[in-house]
Each structure stands twice: as structure tokens, then as C-alpha cells.
């Protein structure tokens, strides 16, 4: 079992700049690819970005690549999203997700955070 907390959501002004955090606790976290996935209101789940297990490897969806960061710390069992650049239509809940080997695909996942709420001002 892998428990994730994430933190950091809140409101802020378009072309601001945000980081999220998502503390893990349970399993060993560094066995794990981590990534992050929001829900916009009246929208489906969208992938935003994961990292794997050693972080030498990411990727980033076309709607958020060149403006956000995924990034962890093993040693703190950690993962963290920083955005830049925001605009509105980043408005959504933000969740952090845990995965062996999932990458891109949602129902790869195992794990789930409860999701934080960011929101962009225009």
C-alpha cells in the first residue's frame, strides 16, 4: 500500500507560478513511477505529467509541457509539480498517483491522492 498526501493548491493570478507536493508514506517510495493528473470542471481526467522511479526519466502532456516540472526526492518520499506560466484553464483538481509501471495511461495507476485544488485567476 502506498498513501499520498498532496498540498500546495491554492488561487492564484494567471502567469503565476505554483508547486505542489505529494508526500508518500507505506511501500518503498522509490520503486515507484509518480505522476500527476487533474480534473477540470465538466472534464474528463487529463494526464499532466510522471516521473519514474530513479527520475532520469519524464514526460509531460502537450497542454503543460515547457511551462510545468516534475520532479522527486526519494529521500523524503516526495514528489512535487511546479507551474509556471499559469492560465486559467489550468484551473482544476490536481492528483498525485503512484505506480510500479504505469506511465501515461490513468487506469495504470494503483495509487491515488484525495486531490488539491488549484485555481488561476484572469
Known amino acids: 500500500q502506498v498513501q499520498l498526501v498532496e498540498s500546495g493548491g491554492r488561487l492564484v493570478q494567471a502567469g503565476g507560478s505554483l508547486r505542489l507536493s505529494c508526500a508518500a508514506s507505506?511501500?518503498?517510495?522509490?520503486?515507484?513511477?509518480m505522476g500527476w493528473f487533474r480534473r477540470a470542471p465538466g472534464k474528463e481526467r487529463e494526464f499532466v505529467a510522471v516521473?519514474?522511479?530513479?527520475?532520469?526519466?519524464?514526460y509531460y502532456g502537450d497542454s503543460v509541457k515547457g511551462r510545468f516540472t516534475i520532479s522527486r526526492d526519494n529521500a523524503k518520499k516526495t514528489v512535487y509539480l511546479q507551474m509556471d506560466s499559469l492560465k486559467p484553464e489550468d484551473t482544476a483538481v490536481y492528483y498525485c498517483?503512484?505506480?510500479?509501471?504505469?506511465?501515461?495511461?490513468?487506469?495504470?495507476?494503483?495509487?491515488w491522492g484525495q486531490g488539491t485544488q488549484v485555481t488561476v485567476s484572469s
Open positions: 498517483t503512484a505506480d510500479r509501471t504505469g506511465w501515461v495511461e490513468a487506469h495504470a495507476f494503483d495509487y
Open positions: 507505506g511501500r518503498t517510495f522509490s520503486n515507484y513511477n
Open positions: 516521473i519514474d522511479d530513479s527520475a532520469t526519466k519524464t
